[in-house]
Nanobody, 118 residues
Framework: QVQLVESGGGFVQAGGSLRLSCAAS?????????IGWYRQAPGKQRELVAT????????NYADSVKGRFTISRDNAKTTTYLQMNSLKPEDTAVYSC??????????WGQGTQVTVSS
């Protein structure tokens, strides 16, 4: 059973930084297609923040976070990180990670709250 656990959320002032972690258990890096970070703010639809391919190592970012956020991975631990710098109040949301397996299944973590004050 694949499980994802996010951590690292919290409260930070605008301009600050946070690093989120997404630890995947029950899966090895060789079975992962990609892992993505998504966020959902109150009253808004969930949106893609960033993805990283476990096959090619390529990354993809939403325009709103390019240059501020960095997604990375630790293959040995199947852990994915989201380094968030220069945070803005509009980054406030619940951040969740999603694992897309090579066989098509998708798994979600429970989410972690990020709150950025102005």
């Amino acid at each position: 059973q694949v499980q994802l656990v996010e951590s690292g959320g919290g409260f930070v002032q605008a301009g600050g930084s946070l690093r989120l972690s997404c630890a995947a258990s029950g899966s090895t890096s060789s079975t992962i297609n990609y892992i993505g970070w998504y966020r959902q703010a109150p009253g808004k639809q969930r949106e893609l923040v960033a993805t990283i391919s476990f096959i090619r190592g390529t990354t993809n970012y939403a325009d709103s976070v390019k240059g501020r956020f960095t997604i990375s991975r630790d293959n040995a631990k199947t852990t994915t990180y989201l380094q968030m710098n220069s945070l803005k109040p509009e980054d406030t949301a619940v951040y969740s990670c999603k694992l897309s397996a090579l066989w098509g299944a998708e798994y979600w973590g429970q989410g972690t709250q990020v709150t950025v004050s102005s």
